[in-house]
């Protein structure tokens, strides 16, 4: 064993019982990000059943999406802002927000955005049944669609959690998982200009990008981050025209590409 194998071994004995503390930490914390995070899961991933995280893709197109759980101070705000720049823009909605703010769903849908799921009640799905994923995503899409005429084909895991069995029954009804590779971590309150830097740095080819619509610094970051991505020659399209159709496949990093 030469020096360097060495040095490593005795690192990783020594730190063994660190690494193993900190992540039972990550799993008592509930760092879904950590735990299902394709990059940090590596090649063992390849196993598993994934959501889309982004798009392999040769033109330069981005998608750009928005959660909506619980408040509703911007939503209006936002679908100013997309509309001055001519942008649609995809956003995920929870049943519960929707029983209390039909109006604001009707707004997005007269304004030409994608509605989408975000579950019925921002459950913890990995805790659910097959029945109860089924009925909690049927009880969703069916109150978006009695406001819009269209039934969401796209969802989105609350918290991002998922695991096999969550994405082979979103899959087996007819629906597709989406997740992100590019998060403004505007839910952080953030300033406008970390948010702007932050998305406009990590966006590349086939990006879909995480906001939400009560953060508090996206309405003031959205402007300048079109305005950046347009200037870069990006094309701003929902996420159900930056999916690739017919045969495809997830590597293990969550891209969506064409074998």
Not at 107 to 130: Q, R, T
Not at 186 to 213: C, M, Q, Y
Not at 239 to 255: C, P, Q, T, W
């Amino acid at each position: 064993m030469n020096n360097s194998s060495y040095r490593v071994k005795r690192w990783v004995l020594r730190h063994k019982k660190e690494t193993v503390v900190l992540f039972a930490l990550c799993v008592l914390l509930g760092f879904p990000w950590l735990i299902n995070n394709p990059a940090i899961i590596g090649a063992s991933a390849t196993t598993r059943e994934l959501p889309i995280y982004c798009v392999d893709r040769d033109n330069k197109c981005v998608s750009l999406t928005f959660d909506a759980a619980w408040g509703n101070e911007d939503t209006q705000d936002l679908i100013d802002i997309l509309g001055k720049y001519k942008v649609k823009a995809t956003f995920f909605l929870v049943g519960t927000w929707v029983d209390k703010y039909p109006e604001s769903v009707k707004a997005l849908a007269d304004a030409g955005h994608e509605i989408m799921s975000h579950s019925d009640d921002h459950a913890h799905f990995a805790s659910l049944s097959e029945n109860e994923i089924v009925q909690n995503l049927n009880k969703c899409n069916d109150k978006i669609e009695k406001i819009t005429g269209v039934r969401p084909t796209l969802f989105r895991c609350p918290y991002g959690e998922y695991d096999d069995h969550v994405i082979k029954t979103v899959n087996s009804i007819g629906m597709t998982a989406i997740q992100w590779n590019v998060d403004s971590l505007d839910w952080k309150g953030i300033s406008a200009p970390e948010i702007t830097k932050r998305v406009t740095s990590k966006v590349v080819p086939g990006s879909i990008v995480l906001f939400h619509n009560a953060a508090e610094n996206t309405p003031a970051a959205l402007p300048s981050i079109i305005e950046a991505l347009i200037a870069d020659g990006y094309e701003i399209v929902p996420v159900s025209e930056i999916l690739l159709s017919g045969e495809y496949e997830i590597d293990h990093a969550g891209m969506q590409y064409k074998p």
